[in-house]
T-cell receptor, first 115, second 113 residues
C-alpha cells in the first residue's frame, strides 16, 4: 500500500513554462512534507518543505501548495529551465521520537524541460 | 558547506559475499538514516540511529546490520549478498533529535554479480 501517491510519473514542459507535480497521502499523522530533486546517480537534494499549519510556501521559483482537508500537496516550478530536468520525489514523515522521522517517498516524477 | 560523505561510491561484489558501507554525517549532526533505492524506484527506509542507538527499523533484511559510532559515523553491514541487493544505498543525516529535515549523501552504488 503506497502511503504517498505521486503523479504524473513523467512530465514534459517547455522552457519557461510551469511544472506541476501532485502528491496525495493517506496517513493523517504525517506532519512534514518535503520535496527532493534527484539527478541520475546522485543523492536526493532537499528543495523545499512544508508543514500542515501552512497552506503555501514559496522559495524562489519553487512553491508548495498544501491542502490538509484533501490530504494533498503539490510542487509548482515556475519559469522551468532545462537544468530543472530531474526526478522529483515528494515525501512525508511523522515524528515520534529521536531519529524516528523516517521519510515515506512517492514513486517520483521524471521532469524533462525542453528548450 | 560540508555534506554527507559516503564510501565507497561504487562497490561490486559476488553473490554470498559481504559488504560494508560507510556514512559520515554532516558535522554536528547526530542522527543518521539509511535508505535503499532500487533501479527506477523510490528510496525505501532501512534503519536509523540517534546518539549511537538504533531509533527505528524499516524493511531491512536480517542479513543486514548497522551501527553508529562515537564520532557519529555509521556503517551498514550486508552479508550473504543476493542479486536483489543491487541498488543505491543512501545515508541521510539530520541535526538533532527534534529535526525532521534530512540531508542525503551521494550514495553508494552496490552491484552484486
Amino acid at each position: 500500500q503506497q502511503q504517498v501517491k505521486q503523479s504524473p510519473q513523467s512530465l514534459i514542459v517547455q522552457k519557461g513554462g510551469i511544472s506541476i507535480i501532485n502528491c496525495a497521502y493517506e496517513n493523517t499523522a504525517f506532519d512534514y512534507f518535503p520535496w527532493y530533486q534527484q539527478f541520475p546517480g546522485k543523492g536526493p537534494a532537499l528543495l523545499i518543505a512544508i508543514r500542515p499549519d501552512v497552506s503555501e510556501k514559496k522559495e524562489g521559483r519553487f512553491t508548495i501548495s498544501f491542502n490538509k482537508s484533501a490530504k494533498q500537496f503539490s510542487l509548482h516550478i515556475m519559469d522551468s529551465q532545462p537544468g530543472d530536468s530531474a526526478t522529483y520525489f515528494c515525501a512525508a514523515s511523522q515524528g515520534s521520537g529521536a531519529g524516528s522521522y523516517q521519510l515515506t517517498f512517492g514513486k517520483g516524477t521524471k521532469l524533462s524541460v525542453i528548450p | 558547506a560540508a555534506g554527507v560523505i559516503q564510501s565507497p561510491r561504487h562497490l561490486i561484489k559476488e553473490k554470498r559475499e559481504t559488504a560494508t558501507l560507510k556514512c559520515y554525517p554532516i558535522p554536528r549532526h547526530d542522527t543518521v538514516y539509511w535508505y535503499q533505492q532500487g533501479p527506477g524506484q523510490d528510496p525505501q527506509f532501512l534503519i536509523s540511529f540517534y546518539e549511537k542507538m538504533q531509533s527505528d527499523k524499516g524493511s531491512i533484511p536480517d542479513r543486514f546490520s548497522a551501527q553508529q559510532f562515537s564520532d557519529y559515523h555509521s556503517e551498514l553491514n550486508m552479508s550473504s549478498l543476493e542479486l536483489g541487493d543491487s541498488a543505491l544505498y543512501f545515508c541521510a543525516s539530520s541535526l538533532d533529535a527534534g529535526s525532521d529535515t534530512q540531508y542525503f549523501g551521494p550514495g553508494t552504488r552496490l552491484t552484486v554479480l
